[in-house]
């Protein structure tokens, strides 16, 4: 099973109107390739890992020639109006959450919460296993690649707003927040109730008592000004905080093998971006979620244990198989140590 859509789509953003930021480096001889870049996130690279990705990703490939343009706050349409359009060829890259992916890989969706315990194990998933390779084969019918994973600050925890929560106990006496009706499995797992609110009424719903909780990274409530209606963050490290990189699969076949292989570099040197910020990010997340007058718990290991228990109890979907959750689960214990370690 994926990660539940309000652990994968950690940084859904307030669409506001926007433009597209558009750079131009045409090379000699003819019309520069055109790339296009949908976002749902802004561009802040102070405190947006996506937007971090993304311009160090265009900062290449303007250098090898092409006109990148960038359009951030979901100017280009919600998640799914995106990969549609990726999906087809129209848009060539895009930042996404793990809905639209989920049904069309068993693999992808075969993930679970508390199954990755640190962005170095994430790391070592998509460095050392075949785990993008055999994604993207199950993505090759439907025309899109998964670049990469790309993080956007600490570990997945719970805001609570009137009680803290230390205990999965402690929860069942509020409603948390959720995203979709896929969400609903893992409420059934906690045995906990959930309320679907979209991200745009979630402050609201918070002063008004129709939630009382919800799952995040914990820069998510200093970004969007929770702070005056959430007191505790629960540190549960379900999960790495992340989004999604996706191209269109028919555009990149239609590119040179020297323009292939500039965007295998903008994705390496992409990541790097991303993943040198998100050491930064993940440092002062707890400082700045502080100064908001929020809480910060920590868990005790054993707490946390029963956490893990009931979330293995989520039910299989229609779109996995045992299969990939088995091909899955060996892959993560596989990562799970650093290759010197495991040499020893």
Not at 74 to 92: C, F, N, P
Not at 94 to 99: A, F, I, K, L, Q
Not at 114 to 119: G, H, V
């Amino acid at each position: 099973m994926r990660f539940p859509a309000f652990i994968v789509a950690m940084l859904v953003l307030i669409a506001l109107p926007a433009t597209p930021r558009l750079t131009k480096a045409a090379p000699p001889g003819g019309p520069p390739l055109d790339i296009k870049i949908g976002m749902s996130t802004p561009l802040d690279a102070k405190r947006n890992g996506s937007y971090v990705w993304t311009r160090a990703f265009a900062d290449v490939m303007e250098r090898a020639g092409a006109r990148v343009r960038i359009y951030p706050n979901s100017a280009l349409g919600g998640e799914k109006e995106r990969m549609d359009q990726v999906a087809i060829g129209r848009l060539e890259i895009n930042e996404t959450g793990g809905d639209e992916l989920a049904r069309l890989s068993p693999l992808f969706h075969a993930m679970r919460p508390f199954e990755i315990e640190s962005y170095d194990h994430l790391d070592r998933l998509l460095e050392h296993t075949s785990f993008l390779a055999e994604v993207n084969q199950e993505l090759a019918d439907d025309d899109l690649i998964l670049l990469d994973y790309v993080y956007t600050g600490d570990m997945v925890g719970l805001f609570t707003r009137g009680k803290p929560v230390r205990r999965i106990e402690d929860l069942r006496s509020l409603r948390l927040r959720i995203l979709s009706a896929a969400d609903l499995n893992l409420l059934e797992a906690w045995k906990v109730r959930g309320v679907r609110v979209a991200w745009e009424e979630v402050a609201q719903a918070l002063q008004t008592g129709m939630v009382d909780a919800y799952l995040n990274p914990p820069i998510v409530a200093v970004m969007f000004g929770h702070g005056n209606v959430l007191d505790y963050f629960t540190d549960l490290r379900m999960g790495p905080s992340t989004r999604l990189m996706v191209t269109s699969r028919r555009w990149y076949e239609s590119l040179s093998p020297a323009m292939r292989t500039t965007f295998a570099r903008g994705v390496r040197e992409a990541r790097a971006a991303n993943r040198a910020w998100n050491a930064t990010a993940m440092k002062r997340d707890r400082s700045l979620l502080e100064k908001t007058g929020i809480e910060w718990i920590e868990m005790k290991p054993g707490d946390r244990e029963a956490w893990k228990a009931l979330t293995r109890r989520i039910p299989r979907s229609r779109w996995e198989t045992p299969q990939a959750e088995a091909r899955l689960r060996a892959m993560i214990e596989a990562s799970r140590l650093a290759p010197r370690q495991v040499a020893q």
